[in-house]
């Protein structure tokens, strides 16, 4: 997603570098570069004039003439336009003063709302809430058997209609029920089994039609919800920002989750949304499992774009990943130097990065990467994981003092992990090069031996 404005963006700012004083000309071409790069994007148009124009009159103003370098305020004033233009500050959810909180999902079928609600209660259960999925999309067959397994993949409860249970009316393909009623029973529900949050799914047309609005209102107005999410594909372009009006009209929503950012769309409906229907942004989704899913930050998805990475996300799940006690532990082995730094360590350390997700999406996270796209692509979760086979083949002993790791004993290895034993040779040359860098560096090279570092 946005590879190829950050593209155009990080050569518009190339062209500005070096310039000692910005031209009036300068402005103008500048703007219009970026105006070029958002409509390629796929951004909206009022949201293209309302952008270029808001450049346009800042790079003429004093800030940039007064600035020692041109160039970085430009960056400076497309990274603050953008965060506006993205929401501004981060919008967090809100919860009711009682409980159960009631989040309502809606949004057209396809664009994710199913997995985004088993996403949304993982999250939440994360942060110790005990949240209940209430299935309300009893039109597409199989909905409500989905959202029981992404529930049971969530580790949390699905309300659901029994089986059969024809209150209401019942269509042929799908189990039947009112759901308007369900959506009002499942809060009774909530109440009794001490949920405090419930999350309604409900259901999706391919196109927007007047019964599905009907339909969606019906079960706001059952469950007085505290937010309603809109759930939009940033796959499905400018379309995506006529959903999004027509959803505003017929239902009205608090808030906004981008789903498929993971995608090679351009990004536009993104970037328009807040600003056409004047809410905001609240998650992203970028992947299909639970864990491919985050709060929406307007500053870091800018600075994303413009190649400056992601670091506060990158530091996030880092911290969410690694164990405070495990790096403590780390921490007090490694003051005694380096040596001590084991093969099991290693993979321990390899396994800690592998839970914070695909490594090319962690790579593509630091700063300067944006340009290495290729490179990134090309880095490989499976040799992580042939580290780690290689690694586990081995004995404690060997894991322990790699240095006894001789020539039949690489073999076995290799044999034992499928692969070749030239894979081993590399792994402990790597591994031995690895320390010794390490070392040198006072312990800096892994995440989890922050501790390590400052000792
Ligand atoms: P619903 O009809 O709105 O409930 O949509 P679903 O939750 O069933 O999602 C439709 C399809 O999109 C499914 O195949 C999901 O696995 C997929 N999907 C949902 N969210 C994402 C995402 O963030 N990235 C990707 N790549 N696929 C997604």
Redesign the pocket.
């Known amino acids: 997603m946005f590879d190829t404005l950050s593209d155009r963006l990080s050569s518009v700012f190339t062209n500005l570098r070096g310039k000692g004083r910005l031209s009036d000309a300068d402005i103008d071409a500048t703007a219009r570069e970026i105006r070029i790069a958002l409509l390629e994007a796929d951004v909206a148009l009022p949201v293209v004039r309302q952008f270029t124009t808001a450049i346009k009159e800042r790079a003429r103003g004093e800030e940039v003439s007064k600035a020692l370098n041109p160039a970085q305020q430009v960056i400076k004033i497309v990274n603050d336009e953008l965060v506006e233009i993205l929401g501004g500050q981060t919008r967090r959810l809100q919860f009711a003063k009682t409980p159960p909180t009631v989040i309502m999902l809606a949004?057209?079928?396809?664009?994710?709302?199913?997995?985004?609600a088993g996403k949304l209660a993982r999250w939440l259960r994360e942060q110790g809430h005990t949240p209940v999925l209430v299935a309300c999309?009893l039109q597409?067959p199989n909905?409500v058997t989905?959202l029981q397994v992404v529930g049971e993949r969530a580790g949390v409860a699905v309300y659901a209609p029994e089986p059969g249970n024809t209150d209401g009316g019942q269509t042929s393909s799908g189990p039947g029920g009112d759901p308007v009623k369900v959506a009002r029973d499942s809060i009774e529900f909530a109440r009794r089994a001490q949920h405090d949050m419930v999350i309604v799914?409900t259901a999706?047309r391919l196109g927007i039609d007047a019964d599905m609005m009907q339909q969606a209102a019906d079960i706001r107005d059952a469950v007085q919800p505290d937010e309603v999410l809109f759930?939009v594909?940033a796959m499905v372009g400018q379309d995506a920002v006529n959903t999004a009006e027509a959803f505003g009209d017929g239902v009205g929503f608090s808030g906004v989750v981008l789903?498929?950012?993971?995608?090679d769309a351009r990004g536009g409906a993104a970037l328009s949304v807040r600003y056409v229907t004047g809410q905001p942004i609240m998650f992203a989704?970028?992947?299909?499992k639970l864990e491919?899913f985050d709060v929406f930050h307007p500053d870091r998805m800018a600075s994303r774009i413009l190649g400056m990475g992601d670091m506060l996300t990158l530091i996030e799940q880092a911290q969410q990943h690694f164990d405070e006690a495990e790096a403590e532990k780390m921490a007090a082995k490694l003051s005694g130097g380096m040596q001590n730094f084991t093969l099991e360590d290693f993979l321990d350390q390899l396994m800690a990065i592998r839970r914070m997700g695909p490594i090319g999406n962690l790579l593509g996270m630091l700063p300067g990467m944006g340009q290495m796209k290729d490179a990134i692509s090309q880095v490989d979760d499976k040799d992580l994981d042939r580290t780690a086979a290689i690694i586990r083949s081995m004995t404690p002993a060997e894991r322990e003092n790699p240095k006894m790791i001789n020539g039949s004993r690489r073999l076995r290895i290799a044999n034992g992990s499928g692969v070749r034993v030239n894979d081993v040779n590399q792994l402990v040359d790597r591994f031995f090069e690895a320390r010794k860098m390490m070392g040198q560096l006072g312990g800096m090279g892994l995440p989890g031996m922050r501790r390590a570092s400052k000792k």
Request: glycine share 22%.
């Open positions: 949004g057209l079928q396809g664009a994710g709302k199913t997995t985004l999309d597409r909905a989905q799914d999706g759930v594909d789903t498929k950012l993971d995608g989704s970028n992947g299909e491919d």
